[in-house]
């Protein structure tokens, strides 16, 4: 009984203990949701731009909504206005007790990542961008392929390095901007570009020149199925530089589709004098259809050209001396007969005069240009057989056909500046060698000063064009029979030989130092 009293006694203690706080809990809901402010809350809205002169009166009742808005979010007890009212505030005892931070929802908040800052591009004066670095912004491309890093290495060496028939294709400097107007016809360049390099460097074909060559031809292919239209003159440029890397590689069957097809193209489009708005085209149309029929000593497959045939100051110097020869009395071993190989000579003569004078004026780039033109299309046009001759020979070595053969090396290696060790100089070469004798006996010579420069020439632009040992020296061993006929006993004397005969300083100074050295070695294995 006892035990069960007390737990009853208990549960209804326990009981009523719930009931009152109940009872409490709900005065208190009751009178925190009856305290309502004496007036209602007033809201800012904001339309347009904001006033740059800010009211008092304004940001005091922002800064009031946002403190009632924080205290009754945290449900702090308040008199009715104290906020409002500047009576009912406490005095400051501390500042750090009557501080607090409040933060509405809205409000953004700091991200944690650091920011990446960009620099600002500022207008100058001459309303010119004005940066500090290009790296800064990085390199934009503007080019119709993809700028890979190898790309880039090629266009430096294209503008640094690439000199190749700067005068004779390129005199106004059209060429690039023609170039990078069309992805098939950049990628054609880059091909050449590509070549240039390796051959220039003794280096063997890799895969930067068969990639590029790749993406031209597959772009080639893809313009010819799609378009109905005659072929444009960046499709026409494309084939013609494809046909002339393979010609400069001694590619016989490449070079033939390749020049097989342009010849089509250009006849849809009505013959090369149809190309006349375009003056950089014509002139490389006009160059790769001259490498093909100077290397496979061929014809050429279209006409001449008569806006690009210009001279420069004539020359007579070659007829000249050859005239004077002929009224010497002696009777001479060595002459030359052909009066076209002469007028040739004097061509070559204006032609490496302007280029050592050159002033830098568009005006002499065209004229170098227009006499390459002409005299590489007379070395290309007349053939042995029917070349006419001034006088009847009646010398034992008539030195016309190897002197054709040696000014068109010249042409090639010294005017054009293309590469010694491109294959399509072999055939040149080749008919060059079978043109001299096989040995020359110095003592039975009989000619005038003249004429033995000449034949020394000969065999030092011949030593200069070898790619192979066996032709090296072959040259190399006609050189020191004639240096001793000529009489040259020192480098100096050997280079002021060849200046009487043509000379172009960049191609002829270091390649006279290397085979003066391997005539002095030759000459002490003889002595």
């Known amino acids: 009984m006892v035990a069960g009293l007390v737990i009853e006694t208990g549960t209804g203690s326990r009981t009523a ?15 925190h949701s009856s305290r309502t402010p004496e007036r209602p809350l007033r809201f800012v809205t904001s339309i347009g731009i904001p006033n740059s002169h800010h009211d008092p009166q304004s940001r005091k009742l922002v800064r009031v909504q946002a403190m009632r808005s924080f205290l009754w979010q945290k449900g702090v007890d308040r008199p009715d206005g104290e906020v409002d009212s500047p009576k009912h505030v406490a005095p400051v005892t501390s500042l750090k007790e009557n501080t607090g931070r409040f933060k509405l929802a809205s409000w953004s908040r700091k991200s944690r990542k650091r920011k990446v800052v960009v ?59 023609f170039a990078t107007s069309d992805g098939t016809l950049l990628n054609a360049i880059l091909t050449m570009v590509a070549q240039h390099f390796h051959l220039s460097h003794g280096m063997d074909e890799t895969a930067d020149v068969s990639y590029y060559r790749n993406e031209a031809i597959r772009m080639i292919n893809q313009r010819l199925v799609v378009g109905d239209a005659p072929p444009d003159d960046t499709l026409v440029g494309s084939v013609a530089l494809l046909a002339n890397c393979e010609t400069l590689n001694g590619s016989a069957e490449g070079s033939s589709i390749h020049m097989s097809g342009l010849a089509q193209m250009v006849q849809l489009r009505g013959g090369i004098l149809a190309f006349g708005d375009n003056a950089v085209l014509q002139r490389v149309l006009t160059w790769t259809d001259f490498s093909f029929a100077s290397t496979y000593n061929r014809n050429p497959r279209f006409g001449i050209l008569p806006k690009l045939a210009g001279t420069l100051d004539p020359s007579t110097r070659f007829i000249s001396a050859s005239i004077a020869d002929l009224a010497s009395p002696e009777l001479s071993t060595i002459a030359i007969t052909s009066w076209e190989v002469l007028e040739i000579m004097d061509s070559l003569q204006s032609i490496s005069t302007a280029i050592t004078s050159f002033q830098g004026t568009l005006t002499e780039r065209i004229s170098i240009s227009n006499a390459i033109y002409l005299v590489e299309r007379r070395l290309i046009a007349f053939k ?10 009646s010398a034992e070595l008539d030195l016309s056909e190897p002197l054709r053969y040696a000014a068109h090396l010249f042409l090639h290696l010294a005017v054009r500046e293309l590469p010694g060790k491109a294959k399509m100089h072999d055939g040149l070469l080749r008919r060059l060698r079978n043109a001299l004798p096989e040995y020359i006996d110095v003592g039975e010579i009989v000619a005038s000063e003249f004429s033995l420069g000449l034949l020394l020439w000969i065999y030092f632009i011949g030593a200069a064009a070898s790619r192979e040992e066996v032709d090296r020296a072959f040259f190399v061993v006609g050189l020191v029979q004639m240096k001793h006929a000529v009489g040259v006993d020192s480098a100096d004397a050997f280079q002021t030989s060849l200046k009487s005969v043509l000379w172009l300083e960049g191609f002829c100074r270091s390649r006279s130092n290397d085979l003066w050295e391997e005539m002095a070695a030759v000459d002490g294995i003889w002595d």
Do not use: M
Request: glycine share 6%; hydrophobic share 35%; net charge negative.
């Open 384 to 393: 042995s057989e029917v070349w006419s001759t001034f006088f009847e020979p």
């Open 17 to 31: 203990t719930r009931s009152q706080d109940g009872a409490e809990l709900g005065e208190k809901i009751q009178a």
């Open 119 to 177: 620099p600002r591009i500022k207008n100058d004066e001459r309303g010119v961008h004005a940066i500090k670095s290009i790296k800064e912004l990085g390199v934009l491309n503007v080019l119709p392929i993809p700028l890979s890093p190898r790309t880039k290495e090629l266009l430096y060496h294209y503008h640094h390095d690439f000199s190749q028939n700067s005068f004779a294709v390129n005199p106004d400097g059209s060429f690039f901007c």
